[in-house]
């Protein structure tokens, strides 16, 4: 079934054009379907989901799939902290879809709100509330799609798997992505996964800009351990350890380390030069030039510094701990470094180096248990990537469509690491709405114009990957 229209043909009307478009007899009808959607938006919204509460949400979407014949099955280490799986059969003639999304919210600071963190407050045009943007907008796609594809009866390639996950932002005990992987990885194996770890930008009228999400960096943390003699606080020592460590954490703050792209990195900065500004786009065109390169990092090191992180492995000081009084010379001081390894980086390796760099036999690299496994990137010239884009092209007709490597970490490197093609997206915002209130903001908030076309992407993109053609 062919419903997309070529980039730039819709713009205000895409909705209504969409459904129009031939063959289009079981697409959805929007406009209706906008009442349901955030109604259950907001039901969603409403639950405290903080660590711990995920059975709350799990309890919902049970209620709600089984309401309309989707069966469900819930999987638990802790009771409290479930996890719930649907599925809807295809023929088999292609392997699974996994679509999933986190039904845990981190924590508020209730008296940083103007509203009631979990009111889902409509206010001013957003719905206000913790987890309106992370993660129930993907919560909400991913059980809309199901309950649209279960009432129209769309006969499936492959089947379609709903996972809400628990404990994706503090999973101490593995209640989450690792109890599922460990325990229960037939029930969500798939060819590929959709879930957080993309993004959107608009300009409040139009989106400009949307990040396919196909790789992350992994935490690879480590101590710095410096160690001398102790001693009296009148009498100065050179082994002194909070001197060795100043200076051991001065080089590796500093220490640039090697500039990689991948090829997610190299197609990102490509396709950005294209529509950035001109002076910007000079400086993304001189970072793909090994000739200029050097002056373009620079130049984002002091401008752009998530760009600056995505070029590289990254070294930050995060933590001191040393000395147990002022006349006391400890005879241990330490430093946490949060360091956050490219794909496919040998940390080994890094460490080694590192202590090259920091040069200094009374310091040492004591490497901290890594809490998420190595994975590749996703590929971009896959059957998903490629709907994924044309859908983008779709619903939001005036966007660039750019692959994007996270900085930060997410569950889908679990899935990554289990050989699953798994990409990010997210609902848009505008860049002051990103910087205002971000993920795990002290307030969090989603336009809701933004939340009819992210579900309507979902569902597109979902149709498109797995339905009988
Ligand atoms: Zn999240």
């Given amino acids: 079934m062919k419903r997309l229209l070529a980039a730039g043909l819709a713009t205000l009307s895409t909705v209504t054009l969409i459904a129009q478009a031939p063959g289009a007899g079981k697409a959805p009808d929007w406009q209706k379907l906008r009442p349901e959607i955030l109604e259950r938006y907001r039901d969603l919204v409403k639950i405290d989901t903080t660590a711990g509460r995920e059975t709350l949400a799990v309890e919902y979407l049970k209620k709600t799939l089984e309401a309309e014949g989707i069966a469900t099955q819930t999987f638990a280490l802790d009771p409290k902290r479930a996890n719930l799986v649907a599925r809807l059969k295809g023929n088999g003639t292609k392997r699974p879809l996994l679509i999933l999304a986190h039904t845990d919210v981190v924590g508020v600071q209730r008296e940083k709100w103007p509203v009631d963190p979990f009111g889902a407050v409509m206010k001013d045009g957003y719905i206000w509330g913790r987890g309106s943007k992370d993660d129930k ?245 896959t059957d998903m990537f490629r709907v994924m884009e044309r859908a983008a092209k779709t619903i939001y007709p005036a966007a660039a469509v750019l692959p994007s490597m996270s900085t930060g970490a997410s569950d889908q490197a679990q899935l990554r690491a289990k050989g699953i093609q798994s990409y990010g997206i997210g609902p848009a915002a505008t860049e002051s709405d990103a910087l205002n209130y971000p993920a795990h903001g002290d307030v969090e908030r989603l336009a809701e114009s933004s939340l009819y076309p992210f579900v309507q992407y979902v569902w597109t993109v979902v149709t498109e990957i797995a339905e009988h053609k």
């Fill in 137 to 381: 907008p993907v919560l909400v796609a991913n059980l809309i799609t199901m309950l649209m594809l279960k009432r129209s009866g769309v006969a499936l390639d492959r089947d379609v798997i709903f996972l809400a996950e628990s404990g994706e932002e503090a999973d101490l005990t593995g209640v989450g992505i690792n109890y599922m992987v460990r325990e229960h990885f037939t029930d969500i194996d798939a060819e590929f996964a959709m879930t957080e770890g993309g993004g959107a930008t608009t300009d409040g009228a139009r989106v400009t800009r949307v990040n396919i999400g196909t790789a992350e960096k992994l935490p690879a943390r480590a101590r710095l351990v410096a160690s001398g003699t102790a001693g009296h606080g009148s009498v100065p020592r050179l082994d002194n350890p909070l001197m060795h460590l100043g200076a051991a954490v001065d080089k590796v703050g500093r220490w640039e380390t090697p500039m990689r792209l991948n090829e997610t990195t190299r197609t990102y900065f490509e396709k950005l030069a294209a529509i950035s500004a001109p002076e910007r786009a000079a400086i993304y065109r001189a970072l793909l030039d090994p000739k200029t390169a050097a002056g373009a990092q620079q130049f984002l090191r002091e401008h752009s510094q998530g760009e600056y992180s995505m070029l590289r492995t990254s070294v930050v000081p995060t933590l001191l701990k040393a000395g147990v009084g002022a006349n006391v010379i400890p005879s241990e001081a330490e430093a946490t470094l949060d360091i956050r390894a490219l794909p496919g980086e040998d940390i080994d390796k890094f460490y080694a180096e590192m202590g090259r760099v920091i040069a200094d036999p009374a310091v040492r690299v004591v490497p901290i248990p890594q809490t998420r496994p190595p994975s590749p990137a996703s590929r971009i010239d």
